[in-house]
């Protein structure tokens, strides 16, 4: 028997709720887009939800600079604090059950019954990254049995900054799923949202702002991932990039042609079923590979 | 005041709550003994006594085990693993929540210092079952098969000298895989263990998940002896080992041992020498020498033998002995007066055989079960004290010219669970490592655990590994 | 065909290495002490005690240095009982007036000098700037080694610098200052302590607190060891003096607890161990007056200098 809190219901009808605002996540806070834009963010049935910030190019570039002050920190974290850090966002999710329903139902057009269902399903996703932390580097490592007096081991380390383009369709399931595996290995994200469902991705956010995770971690640019796509594309100190969201094959074609500028490491769309169990693929997909010799002896 | 003397700091005992008397844990609820006797614990720094606790006799045994059957049958087995592993970090978490009154509970229990038990055992607890219930919901990739299985019923018996920990170590994993489980805490520390199944119910464990049942010798041996156990696994002694061994043969019953051991602590000329002399201490002196993988034979290359022992000497004047409670204690009581005797005689065989002993001054509690740090030199492989067990703070030193006669002494023990290196040289570190039969090797550090690193032994120490990916192995069908 | 240069070197070379892991374990052990009541009082006093209440900064004016020798003769404006610091630590040009200001009140007069803090200049001009202070009424001068010198494996040349400004201090006891910092690793810390040791140092001292990280537990544990060390062979004791970054009572105890367990209650005395502070003192003295009337105090009821 899981305990739901109840659909709010207003205590008094008469009584006028706070409109939640919607900004981008940047560095552990919650700025408006430099270039004072925002854009209105309508629901499946077109029902007006909110101005959601609408994230530039120099957005885009901060977000950088944070991920990348990030990464050193947080790639260097012991696997098992990193564990517990997503384990706490699971958590904290888990109390704004709730909101989040609600965002995702009026969102991707579901009924709440569904949207919940939505939800525990990213909850318990965050929940099954979390206990990878600790058991990557032996599923993935190696110890290997050189012909010669060599002491010879393989260990997965992140590769970096990572940008990611978030599935258009999936505001929260798909979302997670293209954050979680990248960053619990040790790297650091940049995310462009779903253009036109871009709220559940802010109050992850806020889950992420208040569950111990550094600022720098998670970047979260509400807009459109083709006008910032582009830029994070092309940008030298970014080592790899999802294109999840890019739903146009030749978009998709020039991101990877940009990103080979600095060899990123790239992700080609697919179709993808969020529901399934996501395997091993994202996971191993931003880590390096190191081997280390040395030699036995007196 | 001309000497800087550490006023007492004692941790407080108000956070503990000990019942007066304990039933057994079986089915999710605390139920009396039907056919047993109660005994008592004790604090063993004070010889108070601290609660009455109940004896499971054979046909609470078999409650228990049937309890653990049903619920295998009914809701663990069936019960996918995404929600195994909910319930096993619930249970980390609330230990994580109340690590400070468990930690002054094993104090109380065990006679471990504060210090060890808050900063060492409580974290290593938490962190095994956050460990294990990441591993639930991904037994396909723990090297046992696409779809591995568990066994069914654990029966596990545990020692007395990292309760709580050894119970982690134990339940975890077990519980990770799929398996149900009846455990029997030592009967000399049974609390930490009763304070565990509260927060079983607190995470609303489906009854009968876990089972803890309280009792002492004939109490283990009937449960691992019982028809209805799939999986027998067992932490303590070599001798009792064997007796499992042998109980088990014949029948179906998959069985883990991690058993005793003389673990050679080798410091070579070139060993970063401060830290090594605080690895020898620790290695020893550590949980009062209680440790199964303690550094119990330090095996000392010749040339740098009286630097070692004068600077080991001289550091284990700094050791404060005393109140476990106390948060400057350094070393703890001895668990029982059974266990001193025994290091008392062993110590006394030392003597007699020709070593030479050495204890820094230290002031003994009037009451309560001490023996203060204890050094014998001039030891050989032939003394007793070089080849028993003693599981007391009581080092024996012996020298050794060449890294190949180190080996040599190392590996010539019917033992093999742990073994230290101290050498500034990285090479020399890993031929060693290649060379000793032990299932833990140390370099330039000592009883380091963690819950993604596999212990266990080789040998007469035992089979099986607990910890990393191999540690699930013991509680998969494979 | 050795050079006293090449035996210095294979001797430093041959010092026992320092695993950083267990060293910084056993600091960390070390700091896990629980120091309460009867003890925390006398870490308390003896830590204030211990203080080189210091000012270097561009900006030291002689008003600045007046304050402080008054607070350094009066710490607690509330409290006589207080005890007072070791010595008050400037840079040259105001040594004069520091001396003035602490006439009579037994506390010395500690100058830097050697081109401090980066010690980048010409001997000749650090042997006069060592003159200078002494000439000046210094009772300590705080030397800086060349770190150049020393990252580059010149340890003949830092060594004969030391014993030129240990001849240049007269009878003023010479700190050896080897930023360890720039150090960065504790092999190189051990080294450079003995061979600070061996030059004639009569303290060791960790930073100039110019340079981050400055004073570190670890570190301090590291020249703790040596001192002892050097004890053992030469029976001579040489001093430590960890300086900067230690700004609370709780930090300036783990320290004591460190000397305590490392070289040994001898060490206990303002002669051997001081703290290069500045805001440490009025943490200490806020620690002191809750020990003594249980309230926890604020910092408007300390003066600030």
Known sequence: ?298 | MSRFEYAPAPESRAIVDIKSSYGLFINGAFVEATDGKPFKTVSPASEEVLAEVSEAGPADVDKAVRAARKAYDKVWGPMPGRDRAKYLYRIARLIQERSRELAVLESLDNGKPIRESRDVDLPLVAAHFFYYAGWADKLEYAGAGENPQPLGVAAQVIPWNFPLMMLAWKIAPALAAGNTVVLKPAETTPLTALAFAEICQQADLPPGVVNIITGAGRTGQALVEHEGVDKVAFTGSTAVGRAIAKSVAGTDKKVTLELGGKAANIVFEDAPIDQTIEGIVNGIFFNQGHVCCAGSRLLVQESVYDEVLARLKRRMSTLRIGDPLDKNTDIGAINSPEQLARIRELSQVGEDEGAERWSPECELPPQGYWFPPTVFTGVSQAHRIAREEIFGPVLSVLTFRTPAEAVEKANNTPFGLSAGVWTDKGSRILWMANQLRAGVVWANTFNRFDPTSPFGGYKESGYGREGGRHGLEAYLAH | MTSSEDRLRRFLLGLPGVDQVGAEARAATLSTRSIKTTAKAYALDLAIQMIDLTTLEGQDTPGKVRALCAKAKRPDPADPTAPQVAAVCVYPDLVATAKYELRGSGINVASVATAFPSGRSSLAIKVQDTKDAVAAGADEVDMVIDRGAFLSGRYGLVFDEITAIREAAGDAHLKVILETGELVTYDNVRRASWLAMLAGADFIKTSTGKVSPAATLPVTLVMLEAVRDYHEASGLHIGVKPAGGIRTAKDAIKYLVTVNETAGPDWLDPELFRFGASSLLNDLLMQRTKLATGNYSGPDYFTLD
């Not at chain 1, 609600?102 to 969102?107: G, L």
């Not at chain 1, 600790?134 to 970096?160: H, M």
């Not at chain 1, 040790?186 to 995310?191: H, K, M, Q």
């Not at chain 1, 253009?195 to 991705?201: I, S």
Request: glycine share 8%.
């Open chain 1, 1 to 298: 028997m899981v305990w739901r809190p109840t659909l709010p219901t207003k205590s008094d009808p008469a009584r006028l709720d706070v409109r939640k605002t919607y900004k981008l996540y940047v560095g552990g806070a919650f700025p408006r887009s430099e270039s004072g834009r925002s854009y209105v963010v309508n629901s499946a049935k077109g029902k007006f939800l909110a101005n959601a910030s609408q994230a530039s190019r120099k957005d885009a570039r901060d977000a950088v600079v944070a991920a990348r002050k990030a990464f050193g920190g947080w790639s260097t974290k012991t696997a098992y604090n990193r564990g517990q850090v997503l384990y706490r966002i699971a958590e904290v999710m888990e109390g704004r059950h709730e909101q989040f329903s609600s965002e995702v139902a009026a969102s991707e057009g579901l009924s709440i019954s569904k949207a919940r269902a939505v939800v525990d399903a990213s909850i318990d996703r965050w929940v099954w990254y979390a206990g990878w932390a600790d058991k990557l580097a032996q599923v993935v490592g190696s110890s290997n049995p050189v012909a010669g007096p060599y002491f010879d081991f393989s260990l997965p380390e992140a590769t970096g900054v990572v940008a990611v383009l978030a599935p258009q369709d999936s505001s929260l399931l798909g979302l997670t799923s293209v954050i979680a595996p990248a960053i619990v290995s040790g790297n650091t994200v940049v995310a462009v949202t779903s253009f036109e469902r871009p709220l559940p991705a802010v109050t992850l956010g806020e889950v992420m702002a208040t569950s111990d995770l550094p600022g720098g971690v998670v970047n979260i640019l509400t807009g459109s991932a083709s006008e910032i796509g582009p830029w994070l594309a092309g940008h030298l100190d970014v080592n790899a990039i999802d294109l999840a969201g890019v739903t146009d094959a030749d978009e998709a074609r020039d991101l990877e042609a940009a990103s080979a500028e600095n060899l990123k490491r790239v992700r080609r769309p697919a179709d993808e079923d969020w529901a399934e169990s996501p395997g091993l693929s994202r996971l191993t997909q931003y880590l390096e590979l190191k081997t280390v010799w040395h030699p036995i002896g007196v």
